[in-house]
């Protein structure tokens, strides 16, 4: 088992900057990959980001070349760093960990972006 806790959300202005982090515990060695997700009242969960235990990072189109996904599969702890944000980045942020075949979440941190 592997539990994941985020913290870091709040409140930024637009073009602003904030920085989540996400730490596991537990079966830290099974994980494959950690990333970060997104949802909004109403809509699926989003993927945001990935990085495998190899360092490889992955963006969706939506957040490219804005946001930065760090970390250290191995030690269990993955950060975004989510720079120019845009209103339509408002959601609460989801840390996401993969291994042998489970898929772990964590609790949730709300990010608003608002003048």
């Known amino acids: 088992q592997v539990q994941l806790v985020e913290s870091g959300g709040g409140l930024v202005q637009p073009g602003g900057s904030l920085r989540l982090s996400c730490a596991a515990s537990g079966s830290i060695s099974s994980l494959n990959t950690m990333g970060w997700y997104r949802q909004t009242p109403g809509k699926q969960r989003e993927w945001v980001a990935v990085?495998?235990?190899?360092?490889?990072?992955t963006y969706a189109d939506s957040v490219k070349g804005r946001f930065t996904i760090s970390g250290d599969n191995a030690k269990g702890t993955v950060y975004l760093q989510m720079n120019s944000l845009k209103p339509e980045d408002t959601a609460v942020y989801y840390c996401?960990?993969?291994?042998?075949?489970?898929?772990?979440w964590g609790q949730g941190t709300q990010v608003t972006v608002s003048s």
């Open positions: 990085i495998t235990n190899g360092g490889s990072r």
């Open positions: 996401n960990a993969y291994g042998f075949g489970t898929t772990y």
